[in-house]
């Protein structure tokens, strides 16, 4: 029997006519989630398909990560509207597996589970004076400016110094500078939460220094990305004509990477450009500082348990292997005084109770999305039922695209195990989901719910001149859900 007409049997008989469809469920409702169950509901026209969520909203990193100023990026949420919106589909938020289900639950509940959550923490340095007041990772820092309601009563110190440093410099780290640097009449028309526009236009920063283990070929970061940052009005950038030296090593990269050679030109011209700028009064400074790793956070003498600088250990770059060169502390170090840090080196996965997970790479162990339990030699078995997508199945690399390539691997993957007839009993799907959620007093908020506060926001944005308003509380947004 040929592939092709052995999943068109199966479809078949997982078909909406048949009297044991396919049930499945997906935890998380970012890119990874929504492009997942796209191609599931096309795959397979019998499956039923439930997204969750721990929040009341919808689209994950879309609505919570994508920066205010990047409307054009906010675009995917059209797409995975009509995809909640689809009649063998449904949102369900408010939902918290691990603690209002368990994942053993779930896959009692549905033939197929695919977790999709993301990575909801954040990687650590590990030196000292990490944990004082003032350092913030980048994601707590973005999901306070996009309205997050687990982080909007953070009240992040932009008035002690003019001065913050970003450590690392890739795509995040650019985000916040930019948002940090960028005039905030500009901020205005954007979706950026009240709470935080306020906070910036007081801010006394206007230095702002990004700082990279290595050389700025190296950098982590896009063209687009940097040319943005590059135009921000009234910006002073600063680059020590020392750290644009490049070396033999240096060269043979950039002859690789057509990507590398352009943004260390950027970086160049920036540089070039900066000594001939005219001197202005409330011009603000970018710093991209290469060639330094943080070695310990420093404490305030006024301000106890307060961090008031990074010291920082020069680094040389060292060659291993074929074109990759790694950056070696020198033994040098140097202080740079600042109020705020903020750490962009990464975010993280966590597991939940019942799920293999590999804490060294912060991700599920999987071969092709299926989740394995355990590795024997070249054998590895897995988990029947049990998938993952996104972040959590390759680490918090990419773009949004990304992930539907990804969720193309995992769907393909799940049809393949359709196929071989893994599962030919029946399961109680969304029905069963329900009446446990009900027993447990959990105040999901289907799609309807997310449209009414889709359209409150709204609303109170037109108020404002702005695209939306958002709802930036637990109580807020549920109560809206419920209006």
């Given at each position: 029997?040929?592939?092709?007409?052995?999943?068109?049997?199966?479809?078949?008989?997982?078909?909406?006519?048949?009297?044991?469809?396919?049930?499945?469920?997906?935890?998380?409702?970012?890119?990874?989630?929504?492009?997942?169950?796209?191609?599931?509901?096309?795959?397979?026209?019998?499956?039923?398909?439930?997204?969750?969520?721990?929040?009341?909203?919808?689209?994950?990193?879309?609505?919570?990560?994508?920066?205010?100023?990047?409307?054009?990026?906010?675009?995917?949420?059209?797409?995975?509207?009509?995809?909640?919106?689809?009649?063998?589909?449904?949102?369900?938020?408010?939902?918290?597996?691990?603690?209002?289900?368990?994942?053993?639950?779930?896959?009692?509940?549905?033939?197929?589970?695919?977790?999709?959550?993301?990575?909801?923490?954040?990687?650590?340095?590990?030196?000292?004076?990490?944990?004082?007041?003032?350092?913030?990772?980048?994601?707590?820092?973005?999901?306070?400016?996009?309205?997050?309601?687990?982080?909007?009563?953070?009240?992040?110190?932009?008035?002690?110094?003019?001065?913050?440093?970003?450590?690392?410099?890739?795509?995040?780290?650019?985000?916040?500078?930019?948002?940090?640097?960028?005039?905030?009449?500009?901020?205005?028309?954007?979706?950026?939460?009240?709470?935080?526009?306020?906070?910036?236009?007081?801010?006394?920063?206007?230095?702002?220094?990004?700082?990279?283990?290595?050389?700025?070929?190296?950098?982590?970061?896009?063209?687009?990305?940097?040319?943005?940052?590059?135009?921000?009005?009234?910006?002073?950038?600063?680059?020590?004509?020392?750290?644009?030296?490049?070396?033999?090593?240096?060269?043979?990269?950039?002859?690789?990477?057509?990507?590398?050679?352009?943004?260390?030109?950027?970086?160049?011209?920036?540089?070039?450009?900066?000594?001939?700028?005219?001197?202005?009064?409330?011009?603000?400074?970018?710093?991209?500082?290469?060639?330094?790793?943080?070695?310990?956070?420093?404490?305030?003498?006024?301000?106890?348990?307060?961090?008031?600088?990074?010291?920082?250990?020069?680094?040389?770059?060292?060659?291993?292997?074929?074109?990759?060169?790694?950056?070696?502390?020198?033994?040098?170090?140097?202080?740079?005084?600042?109020?705020?840090?903020?750490?962009?080196?990464?975010?993280?996965?966590?597991?939940?109770?019942?799920?293999?997970?590999?804490?060294?790479?912060?991700?599920?162990?999987?071969?092709?999305?299926?989740?394995?339990?355990?590795?024997?030699?070249?054998?590895?078995?897995?988990?029947?039922?049990?998938?993952?997508?996104?972040?959590?199945?390759?680490?918090?690399?990419?773009?949004?695209?990304t992930n539907l390539y990804c969720a193309e691997e995992t769907v393909g993957s799940i049809s393949e195990d359709i196929e071989e007839g893994v599962w030919k009993?029946?399961?109680?799907?969304?029905?069963?989901?329900?009446?446990?959620?009900?027993?447990?007093?959990?105040?999901?908020?289907?799609?309807?719910?997310?449209?009414?506060?889709?359209?409150?926001?709204?609303?109170?944005?037109?108020?404002?001149?702005?695209?939306?308003?958002?709802?930036?509380?637990?109580?807020?947004?549920?109560?809206?859900?419920?209006?």
């Amino acid at each position: 029997m040929s592939r092709y007409l052995a999943r068109y049997m199966v479809s078949r008989y997982f078909s909406s006519a048949s009297s044991r469809p396919l049930h499945v469920c997906i935890v998380g409702s970012g890119p990874a989630g929504f492009y997942t169950a796209d191609k599931v509901l096309k795959a397979h026209e019998g499956a039923h398909v439930d997204i969750i969520d721990r929040l009341p909203t919808p689209f994950g990193l879309v609505r919570s990560g994508v920066a205010p100023d990047h409307p054009e990026t906010k675009i995917a949420i059209n797409q995975f509207s009509r995809v909640a919106q689809h009649e063998r589909c449904s949102f369900i938020g408010n939902v918290k597996l691990g603690s209002d289900l368990s994942l053993s639950e779930l896959r009692d509940l549905y033939h197929v589970v695919v977790l999709a959550y993301g990575a909801e923490s954040d990687k650590d340095l590990g030196i000292p004076g990490e944990s004082l007041s003032g350092i913030y990772s980048a994601r707590e820092f973005v999901w306070w400016y996009n309205g997050h309601p687990d982080y909007s009563c953070l009240k992040p110190d932009l008035k002690t110094s003019d001065s913050a440093v970003i450590l690392g410099q890739g795509n995040v780290a650019l985000d916040v500078a930019r948002i940090l640097l960028r005039p905030t009449t500009e901020l205005a028309s954007t979706d950026i939460a009240t709470h935080a526009l306020s906070a910036l236009k007081e801010s006394s920063i206007r230095k702002v220094y990004l700082i990279g283990r290595r050389g700025p070929v190296q950098a982590a970061l896009t063209a687009k990305e940097l040319r943005e940052v590059l135009g921000i009005k009234n910006l002073h950038i600063r680059i020590k004509q020392t750290d644009l030296s490049v070396t033999p090593a240096d060269e043979e990269e950039m002859k690789t990477s057509r990507a590398r050679k352009r943004i260390y030109e950027l970086l160049s011209k920036a540089a070039a450009a900066a000594k001939t700028s005219k001197a202005d009064p409330d011009q603000r400074e970018l710093h991209f500082v290469f060639f330094r790793q943080p070695d310990q956070f420093l404490e305030s003498d006024e301000r106890k348990g307060h961090v008031s600088g990074v010291n920082l250990q020069k680094t040389i770059l060292e060659s291993v292997g074929t074109g990759k060169q790694i950056a070696v502390g020198t033994g040098e170090f140097e202080d740079l005084n600042c109020s705020m840090v903020l750490k962009a080196i990464g975010y993280k996965s966590v597991p939940v109770n019942g799920l293999p997970f590999d804490h060294k790479k912060g991700v599920v162990p999987n071969v092709k999305g299926r989740v394995v339990s355990h590795t024997s030699g070249d054998i590895s078995q897995t988990e029947p039922g049990l998938y993952v997508c996104g972040w959590l199945k390759r680490g918090p690399v990419g773009i949004i695209a990304t992930n539907l390539y990804c969720a193309e691997e995992t769907v393909g993957s799940i049809s393949e195990d359709i196929e071989e007839g893994v599962w030919k009993s029946s399961k109680a799907g969304s029905k069963g989901l329900m009446q446990l959620l009900e027993k447990r007093k959990v105040k999901k908020v289907e799609f309807s719910g997310w449209e009414k506060i889709d359209a409150k926001e709204k609303q109170m944005g037109i108020e404002r001149n702005k695209p939306r308003e958002k709802l930036v509380t637990w109580e807020d947004l549920l109560a809206a859900a419920a209006n």
